[in-house]
């Protein structure tokens, strides 16, 4: 059974930092892409950075150049380093390991909220 727990998440200010872990069980990561998604109150799931196989990153504009995906597959884990937060960065965020386009796991999400 595959199992995908996120952490890290929390209340932080404006400016501020927080570091999201993803940690995988029952799959090998190495060969799948990676992804962080987030989901505020009223919005629908958007992708914020995905990473894939071979190690390549791709993130959404409004989180470029403050946020970097990472992964580090001897522990089945990928990493969402987040600086610069504003409260537009407040929601949900989900892991996301995809095993074909259509088909992938999610984990069960950590809340970030970022006060102004």
């Known amino acids: 059974q595959v199992q995908l727990v996120e952490s890290g998440g929390g209340l932080v200010q404006s400016g501020g930092s927080l570091r999201l872990s993803c940690v995988g069980s029952g799959i090998t990561f190495d060969a799948y892409t990676m992804g962080w998604y987030r989901q505020a109150p009223g919005k629908r799931r958007e992708m914020v950075a995905t990473?894939?196989?071979?190690?390549?990153?791709s993130y959404a504009e409004s989180v470029k150049g403050r946020f970097t995906i990472s992964r580090d597959n001897a522990k089945n884990t990928v990493y969402l380093q987040m600086n610069s937060l504003n409260p537009d960065d407040t929601a949900v965020y989900y892991c996301d390991l995809r095993i074909r386009p259509n088909f992938g796991y999610w984990g069960q999400g950590t809340q970030v909220t970022v006060s102004s």
């Open positions: 990473i894939s196989s071979g190690g390549s990153p």
